[in-house]
């Protein structure tokens, strides 16, 4: 063990996996646990620890060199304590979603069947569920990506082109369900085992909720957005649906007017919509919640 100039500690026993393609480091459910009971006064009063887990990954270079971190969420009331429990690093995705939920999977079965132990306490664990977006989800649940035709992970619709992408025009198709996934009653819907399923309780359609990020605000806003600014032809309509360029800045005026008051919550706040391209999920979830009812 060594220090560094900023006083961060570094050691050479620390044991790095090559697998799929790449390096992991498993730092361990257990671990984090045990440093948040000892250092968060409100965690050794809980008798029940349940658990939030994400799934992403990373690009850190033009490359495709990238990160996939696991991380672990403990809550704690309304409030979410989050640790790392490993990361993985290559030139791309890992090749091997088996080798690396591997190390995650066995350990967070030992603590959901004999508990979390901390010194003589044995703490009883709950998972909340599994949180990733389209592309990570398709990976750790081993279907079929969001564009495929049986992609729907909720039900058990075909797709179809319409208008120059796929679209699930049905109302009517078969729910998944846990039980349906694991005895993959739609063979279509698959692309591999996954892993997960060797998680002792864990349900691959009730424990893995679609994301609000990119289905609410980087999905249905944007288009509603590109819909209203850029016009849209409608069915047996002559004319285009789209907001005079005199409505766009009485529009951004307003969105100035309120910025000082919008509250903390939204870190980035846009005042003009003709920049919708390139704004983040906050700024569309702002504009969801805040401009747009204003």
Not at 64 to 81: E, H, R, T, V
Not at 140 to 163: A, M, R, T
Not at 206 to 224: A, E, T, V, W
Not at 251 to 262: F, L, P, S
């Amino acid at each position: 063990m060594y220090i560094t100039l900023l006083s961060t500690p570094r050691s050479n026993n620390i044991n790095i996996l090559s697998i799929g393609g790449g390096q992991y480091i498993d730092f361990g459910i257990v671990h984090g646990l045990t440093n948040l009971y000892k250092t968060e006064p409100n965690v050794n009063q809980l008798s029940v620890i349940e658990l939030w887990f994400n799934i992403d990954g990373l690009p850190i270079d033009k490359k495709g060199s990238s990160f996939w971190p696991i991380l672990c969420g403990l809550c704690i009331n309304d409030s979410i304590k989050p640790f790392i429990v490993g990361s993985y690093f290559g030139i791309k995705k890992p090749s091997s979603v088996n080798e690396y939920l591997s190390e995650f999977v066995e350990e967070l079965n030992e603590i959901l069947t004999n508990g979390l132990q901390i010194d003589d306490l044995i703490l009883n664990v709950r998972i909340k569920g599994i949180i990733a977006d389209a592309p990570a989800r398709a990976f750790i649940k081993q279907v079929k990506g969001h564009s495929g035709y049986f992609g729907c992970e909720k039900c058990e619709e075909e797709g179809e082109y319409l208008s120059g992408s796929l679209s699930f025009p049905g109302y009517r198709a078969q729910l998944r369900t846990d039980e349906s996934f694991t005895n993959r009653y739609n063979e279509e819907h698959h692309i591999g085992t996954s892993p997960l399923l060797r998680i002792i309780g864990l349900g691959l359609i009730s424990f893995i909720p679609l994301d609000y990020m990119h289905l609410c605000c980087l999905g249905i806003m944007k288009k509603i957005l590109q819909f209203i600014l850029k016009g849209t032809r409608v069915e047996d309509a002559c004319n285009y649906i789209k907001l005079s360029k005199d409505q766009v800045i009485s529009i951004n005026q307003k969105m100035k007017i309120i910025k000082k008051w919008i509250c903390s919550d939204f870190a980035r706040i846009p005042n003009d919509l003709n920049n919708f391209n390139t704004f983040k999920a906050t700024e569309f979830r702002q504009i969801m919640h805040g401009t747009l009812p204003f």
